[in-house]
């Protein structure tokens, strides 16, 4: 008789949100009982969400593709790994051959800065496809922060985020990290965190035109009219030059541009913007006052101030008032994480580089200028539709599913349709990958190990936490970095089937070029036992700022020690100051008067004399709900309807919309349908619909998420409509038209 299997205890990192949760599973043999917060988590303590209990589900998922599918005959059939890649090499090396490197686009999506092996490796897809066509979820989202960073410290990743555990006064702008967890700043359980701050006497502002969860939280709501962000921000820069409350403290010495700031926003008079933001002149100025007198203070703005027509001007004064004041850089203020791993802020010379540009080259169709080495996920259909040398003929999507994710998906998809040949790196076959002749399915995250490279440089307090896999994959199904390593190989020319531990040792090698000879064969002596994923975060540990340093510092960190403090893993401690060092400007200063942001504000100028629109819609996320890819999974999908159009009871009564009922939303000629939930949340003339919703079309194969699609948001945004000079989409603030439907 067979006896039971044992039942054990596994922890893993939730890979879903940048929150980075330390999760605890209990499992019988391979099957998961129950997923719960990991209260000896250094980092979280216990917190996780309803998402982090779903990874069960999505373990479990019969939908979830476990073996790779390739289109014959209109229709998608399994085939084994090895055929797959020999079909994406028949195709694709032809086609670039005769188009050239150009023709290839690459879509890179939200997952991908989730996973350890898709993060690492997906920066050697993009080099070795050599194309200019790249586009990611970064121009739907969070591109306008790296911009204004970049320009103010001099590096892209050089990110200010709130110390909330020594912070007494915290203004939030356009986030709502008590639902989203937290987003450009890694915060597991904020809403505790934000209630220890009250709870210590500090206040919570909150500016959002939504009452949103984390509003409802706040000593303060303001709800400001979409979009006007910039014009708010602007009138409390100018408030503390026009009341004598600008403090640099000890950034005075590091700070340039402060008379060209002070010229620059000198016709923003609190008065002037109060209509067009929608908050009384005496409630900016109120705002001003508050900031500038409290002793450990600071600004934080997200993706409502980023998704819109001002994101960079709007993020850019969002650390402008932290600067001036005297609240960066300093403990209980906005400060500089140092990751144990690619810390991107400490490579360098310290205090001093070369900053950033962008518009090193254009996009072909739109003359959209290249950001970050990427245009606009808005450029991305004309750019297949447009014919032409450079026209993109195939596609590979890592992660990404921009018929639903990005603005004006409808026409996307039918873009896609006209494509030569598509890859998509995928778990599921949904309405993007629907229009792939490949799809390659990555693993269950469980049976991955993880350590979050990304998050950990935007984290409120410095970590180092790794976690192995919980359950064995199928033998045959490799990790996702050898399925990218394997398209690496096909599109250098050495074949599908290539060695890929003689390709990996080579790229590796490739990466250590910077280092002197001797140094980098030491190195690659040292780490040869380690392949993939796991020799790279070795290598970024050792050689890292908290790292042993290949021996010189013995009490540093390396792999084999994170690894031995799983599953509670390494607090390195809160925030420290880091300001010179971390600059990298060619001043070695802050710039808080950048050029390119000062000649943008005539396009603030501008809008200052259009009338405001009457209605406007904006997103919302929910805490069931991530983007457009969980809507599969039971735990998350069970509950009441959420896919509802938030109406003001005044906005309701006005169009004759009744709760309950279904409402016709246009825009940009195009209409959807959502019904309508009436809701004091709401400010007057602003209503609210989630994203990521709009599944059951044909040819997908997510049957939870058909059983109730919702509407697509994005269906009707223009995808025209962008921050100019971050090329990131406007998804809130879109002006529409309300009618009962039917
Ligand atoms: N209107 C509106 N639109 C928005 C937003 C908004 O606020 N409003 N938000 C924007 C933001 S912030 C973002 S980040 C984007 C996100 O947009 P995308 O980057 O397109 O991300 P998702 O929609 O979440 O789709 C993720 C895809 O990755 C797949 N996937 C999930 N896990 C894995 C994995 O481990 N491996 C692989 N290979 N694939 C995986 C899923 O099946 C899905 O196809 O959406 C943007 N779109
Ligand atoms: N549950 C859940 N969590 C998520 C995600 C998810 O889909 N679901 N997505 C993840 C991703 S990819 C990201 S990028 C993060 C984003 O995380 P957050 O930045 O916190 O995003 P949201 O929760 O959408 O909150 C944005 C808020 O901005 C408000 N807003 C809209 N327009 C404006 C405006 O013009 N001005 C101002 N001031 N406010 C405005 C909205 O009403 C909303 O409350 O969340 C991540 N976490
Ligand atoms: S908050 Fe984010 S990281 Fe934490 S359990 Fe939920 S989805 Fe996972
Ligand atoms: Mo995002």
New binding site residues.
């Given amino acids: 008789m067979d006896t039971p299997p044992a039942t054990a205890v596994a922890h893993r990192i939730?890979p879903?949100?940048e929150?980075?949760?330390g999760l605890e599973l209990q499992l019988q043999g391979e099957r998961i009982v129950s997923i719960r917060g990991h209260a000896g988590d250094r980092f979280s303590g216990g917190?996780?969400?309803p998402?982090?209990v779903a990874l069960k589900d999505l373990h479990e998922d019969p939908d979830r593709l476990r073996a790779p599918l390739v289109r014959r005959g209109g229709r998608f059939v399994e085939v084994g790994w090895d055929e797959a890649f020999r079909e994406i090499e028949a195709r694709l090396v032809p086609l670039r051959e005769r188009h050239g490197r150009d023709a290839l686009g690459l879509v890179i999506g939200n997952p991908t800065v989730h996973k350890t092996g898709l993060m690492l490796y997906v920066p050697r897809l993009v080099r070795a496809a050599g194309t200019h066509n790249v586009f990611t979820a970064s121009t739907l989202d969070q591109m306008p922060k790296q911009l204004a960073s970049g320009l103010m410290y001099g590096h892209w990743l050089t990110i200010a985020v709130p110390d909330i555990e020594r912070c007494e006064h915290l203004l939030v702008l356009g986030a709502n990290p008590a639902t989203s967890?937290g987003s450009m700043w890694t915060v597991?359980d904020f809403r505790g965190k934000a209630r220890a701050m009250q709870a210590r006497g500090g206040r919570l502002v909150v500016v959002d035109p939504r009452r949103s969860e984390t509003a409802a939280l706040a000593d303060e709501h303001l709800p400001i009219h979409p979009g006007a962000d910039v014009h708010f921000l602007l009138g409390l820069v100018h408030t503390l030059f026009d009341e004598g409350l600008v403090r640099l403290g000890r950034l005075a010495p590091h700070v340039a541009g402060l008379e060209a700031l002070q010229a620059a926003v000198q016709p923003y008079a609190a008065e002037r913007v109060s209509a067009r933001c929608g908050i009384a002149a005496e409630a900016i100025r109120r705002q001003a006052r508050l900031l500038a007198t409290a002793p450990r203070a600071a600004v934080y703005g997200r993706i409502g101030t980023c998704t819109q027509a001002y994101g960079t001007l709007a993020n850019w004064l969002v650390d402008v008032l932290n600067v001036l004041t005297g609240h960066l850089d300093e403990p209980g203020g906005a400060m500089f994480p140092k990751a144990a791993v690619f810390a991107a802020n400490t490579l360098g010379a310290p205090g001093r580089g070369r900053g950033i540009v962008t518009g090193r080259y254009r996009s072909r169709v739109s003359g959209a200028p290249e950001v970050l080495g990427e245009f606009p996920m808005g450029c991305l259909a004309e750019e297949i539709e447009t014919p032409g040398e450079g026209q993109v003929r195939a596609l590979i999507t890592v992660a990404g599913n921009p018929v639903l994710s990005a603005p004006n998906g409808p026409r996307l998809a039918a873009a896609l349709e006209q494509l030569e040949f598509m890859v998509s790196v995928d778990l599921y076959l949904n309405e993007t990958t629907r229009h792939a002749d490949v799809i390659l399915p990555g693993r269950s995250p469980l049976e991955d190990p993880h350590y979050d490279v990304a998050f950990a440089q935007l984290s409120h307090r410095n970590h180092a936490r790794y976690s192995p896999a919980v359950l064995p994959a199928a033998p045959d199904h490799p990790p996702e970095w050898q399925v990218l390593l394997r398209l690496v190989a096909i599109l250098r020319g050495e074949g599908a089937g290539a060695d890929l531990r003689a390709l990996d040792d080579r790229l590796f090698a490739e990466d250590l070029q910077r280092l002197p000879p001797e140094q980098a064969g030491a190195v690659m002596r040292l780490l040869a036992h380690r392949e993939g994923p796991e020799r790279l975060l070795d290598f970024g540990l050792r050689s890292g700022p908290h790292g042993d340093g290949f021996g010189r510092r013995p009490d540093g960190l390396t792999l084999d020690k994170v690894m031995a403090a799983a599953p509670a893993g390494i607090d390195l401690g809160p925030l420290q100051p880091r300001v010179p060092e971390v600059l990298r400007t060619p001043s070695g200063c802050i710039e808080l008067a950048p050029a390119m942001l000062l000649e943008d504000l005539a396009r603030v100028e501008a809008d200052l004399a259009q009338p405001v629109p009457e209605l406007v819609l904006v997103g919302r996320r929910q805490v069931r709900s991530n983007n457009s890819w969980m809507h599969n999974l039971p735990v998350l999908a069970k509950g009441p309807y959420r896919c509802t159009l938030l109406v003001h009871p005044d906005d309701a009564r006005r169009l004759g919309l009744r709760d309950g009922a279904p409402a016709r939303i246009e825009a940009n000629g195009r209409a959807i349908e959502a019904p309508v939930e009436v809701s004091e949340e709401m400010r007057p003339g602003v209503v609210s619909l989630p994203h990521g919703w709009g599944h059951g079309l044909p040819g997908t194969r997510m049957a939870v998420a058909a059983e109730r699609p919702g509407a697509n948001l994005n269906a009707l945004l223009d995808e025209a409509a962008r921050d100019p000079l971050s090329g990131t989409a406007v998804l809130s603030g879109v002006p529409v038209r309300l009618t009962a439907a039917g």
């Fill in positions: 939730c879903v949100c929150a980075c949760c917190y996780l969400c998402k982090g967890n597991p």
